[in-house]
T-cell receptor
Framework: GQSLEQPSEVTAVEGAIVQINCTYQTSGFYGLSWYQQHDGGAPTFLSYNGLDGLEETGRFSSFLSRSDSYGYLLLQELQMKDSASYFCAVSTGTASKLTFGTGTRLQVTL | DAGVIQSPRHEVTEMGQEVTLRCKPISGHNSLFWYRQTMMRGLELLIYFNNNVPIDDSGMPEDRFSAKMPNASFSTLKIQPSEPRDSAVYFC?????????????FGPGTRLLVL
């Protein structure tokens, strides 16, 4: 089966940079995705890494190291609206399903 | 596109009643997923379909839960009989079955409360 670990909560101040880590154990690893979910909302796709390295999308970046079974999401220039839960998710082989982590609740403070 | 559509958005029912949740995936997507989210258990995959065929239903809690996808544009998740522990937010998501990120697009969810 698959397992993913990420911190349950992170707090950071507005304007700062925060990194949310994700470690995984899985067979047939294909890629690592990140989703954001605001309270009362639905998960929305943020970023994907299929290969080692950094992917940048605006203020958000995601990193993957396949050899370390590790990835992270980097959020820069934090804004209050970034307060949300962030989930890492792995895809395996040709299967279309994702296995989600338990989520990291990010609180951005003034 | 309107995105993934779910109905109803909210459902309050009494224990023992049948509950039917509905989902319309994004046009052109050929994978559909049903998730349940609670504070205690997080986001759980219940079942998913590829090209209208159920592929993995190992997450379905028990026989009280059933899901169908009669065509590419419609799916239902049924709970019969419902129990208070089924109270949760149920999400439907769809994606395009292909290589790459396999990005899933989630509907707004159905908030179910079983009294």
């Amino acid at each position: 089966g698959q397992s993913l670990e990420q911190p349950s909560e992170v707090t950071a101040v507005e304007g700062a940079i925060v990194q949310i880590n994700c470690t995984y154990q899985t067979s047939g690893f294909y890629g690592l995705s990140w989703y954001q979910q605001h309270d009362g909302g639905a998960p929305t796709f943020l970023s994907y890494n299929g290969l080692d390295g950094l992917e940048e999308t605006g203020r958000f970046s995601s990193f993957l190291s396949r050899s370390d079974s590790y990835g992270y999401l980097l959020l820069q220039e934090l804004q209050m609206k970034d307060s949300a839960s962030y989930f890492c998710a792995v895809s395996t082989g040709t299967a279309s399903k994702l296995t989600f982590g338990t989520g990291t609740r990010l609180q951005v403070t003034l | 596109d309107a995105g993934v559509i779910q109905s109803p958005r909210h459902e309050v029912t009494e224990m023992g009643q049948e509950v039917t949740l509905r989902c319309k995936p994004i046009s052109g997507h050929n994978s559909l997923f049903w998730y349940r989210q609670t504070m205690m258990r997080g986001l759980e995959l219940l079942i998913y379909f590829n090209n209208n065929v159920p592929i993995d239903d190992s997450g379905m809690p028990e026989d009280r839960f059933s899901a169908k996808m009669p065509n590419a544009s419609f799916s239902t998740l049924k709970i019969q009989p419902s129990e208070p522990r089924d109270s949760a937010v149920y999400f439907c998501a769809s994606s395009f079955l292909a290589g790459g990120p396999k990005t899933q697009y989630f509907g707004p969810g159905t908030r179910l409360l079983v009294l």
